[in-house]
């Protein structure tokens, strides 16, 4: 069975723009959790989403959003980039039926923003 | 308000012996636990779990105890080898969510 995917795996970008990152969850897997990862901070939980509804959230601002497709892939966009916002972007996929299930994660995009 | 706690940001351990790696909770409700391993520029991938109503889970050369009372969970790694440097990540469980350590980088010294 293939692993989580992410694409692309690295991105550089500058303020104030906006980017979209994209995951493919393990076949048959049905929830999708986004997490940003930063130097000392670990990982932070962004969202959830299962069968294409957000199930969960973390405590990020609005400029962070999602969304998740009828076949689970999701998608993470950022808006009005921040030079705070560099970091890595890491995606992982569960059977769903139930949060908080053992996750399997995809390999992140690195996000620098200058 | 960190919920789970890794106090050790690193750990160096001689090969062959044995690693203790430490977490701590606060949120009583958590009822299922994860340790994860990393390596630099990958995921995270998922090494041992343990549901609250046990107190250890053994696979191979890793074990997991849960001290219900004391909120504590610790990962042990014996006999630890080179391929175990990583950072490894506690994470817990409850209502419907994981919520992750910091993380301990774990150094094996050859």
């Known amino acids: 069975k293939a692993g989580v995917t992410q694409t692309p795996r690295y991105l550089i970008k500058t303020r104030g723009q906006q980017v979209t990152l994209s995951c493919s969850p393990i076949?048959?897997?049905?929830?999708v959790s986004w997490y940003q990862q930063t130097p000392g901070q670990g990982l932070q939980f962004l969202f959830e989403?299962?069968?294409?509804?957000?199930?969960n959230k973390g405590n990020f601002p609005g400029r962070f959003s999602g969304r998740q497709f009828s076949n689970s892939r999701s998608e993470m966009n950022v808006s009005t980039l921040e030079l705070g916002d560099s970091a890595l972007y890491l995606c992982?996929?569960?059977?769903?039926?139930?949060?908080?299930?053992?996750?399997?994660f995809g390999p992140g995009t690195r996000l620098l923003v200058l | 308000d960190q919920q789970v706690k890794q106090n050790s940001p690193s750990l160096s351990v001689q090969e062959g012996r044995i690693s203790i790696l430490n977490c701590d909770y606060t949120?009583?409700?958590?009822?299922?636990f994860l340790w994860y391993k990393k390596y630099p520029a990958e995921g995270p991938t998922f090494l041992i779990s343990?549901?609250?109503?046990?107190d250890k889970n053994e696979d191979g050369r890793f074990t997991v105890f849960l001290n219900k009372s004391a909120k504590h969970l610790s990962l042990h790694i014996v006999p630890s080898q080179p391929g175990d440097s990583a950072v490894y990540f506690c994470?817990?469980?409850?209502?419907?969510?994981?919520?992750f350590g910091t993380g301990t980088r774990l150094t094996i010294i050859p």
């Open positions: 992982a996929s569960s059977g769903g039926d139930r949060g908080g299930e053992t996750q399997y």
């Open positions: 076949s048959g897997h049905r929830s």
């Open positions: 989403y299962f069968s294409e509804t957000q199930r």
């Open positions: 949120n009583s409700m958590f009822d299922y």
């Open positions: 343990i549901s609250s109503i046990k």
């Open positions: 994470a817990a469980s409850a209502n419907e969510k994981l919520t």
